[in-house]
């Protein structure tokens, strides 16, 4: 159950993340005009990486939460969490740019998976490479291929609304096929099969 939390969770942000990222810029003017502040851009997409990536800690949460012994999962969760107040200013200190603290935020929930993942393997159990082989590596999978068609469709147009409307469809229609290929197995796929089948039947049924 974890596990297919975890993929359709990060297959379905990340959906919405792509086509949000690509055109974060003419949304920004869609919405600001133009007076959008200096790297809200960056500052969004570097948002969204990280609230993708954040995803996959939620169900880690709520396995270890169901059990009740949650005391050193939430001591060790929230001293990464508060080690990046110092670690942000620390680079703010020294000159670096705002973007570095979304980077180092990024960086810091990278960290915070692992370092709950190794505390929900104390507690439940979890085995760690098969969390890796199932969950892992199809996620990283669908992030690497899952842009390409709504990228090459940014690249060939010219900022507008029309571009905006037919990167989000192609997402859409590249991307739920790709989810369901890569994050879902073979029994799962069977699954959602048998269930639009009977759908579809009790429709013309219905009809």
Do not use: H
């Amino acid at each position: 159950m974890m596990y297919n939390e975890s993929r359709i969770c990060f297959g379905l942000i990340l959906l919405i993340m792509i086509p949000l990222s690509l055109e974060i810029d003419y949304i920004l003017r869609l919405w600001l005009g133009i007076n959008v502040p200096d790297k809200t851009g960056i500052f969004s997409i570097l948002m969204l990486a990280d609230t993708t990536l954040c995803t996959l800690n939620t169900p880690c949460t709520q396995i270890t939460q169901a059990t009740g012994r949650i005391r050193k999962y939430q001591i060790a969760a929230t001293c990464v969490n508060l080690a990046l107040i110092p670690v942000c200013y620390v680079f703010l200190k020294i000159g670096m740019s705002a973007v570095s603290s979304f980077i180092i935020t990024i960086i810091f929930s990278a960290v915070n998976q692992v370092v709950c993942l190794y505390n929900t393997n104390r507690v439940f159990r979890l085995n760690i490479p098969c969390y890796l082989r199932s969950v892992v590596r199809p996620c990283l999978i669908c992030l690497v291929l899952l842009p390409v068609l709504p990228a090459l469709v940014r690249v060939s147009l010219s900022p507008s609304i029309g571009r905006l409307v037919t990167t989000t469809v192609i997402d859409i229609l590249a991307g739920l096929p790709l989810i369901y290929l890569i994050l879902f197995n073979r029994k799962q796929r069977q699954t959602i099969r048998n269930y639009i089948a009977d759908k579809l039947k009790e429709r013309r049924i219905g009809i």
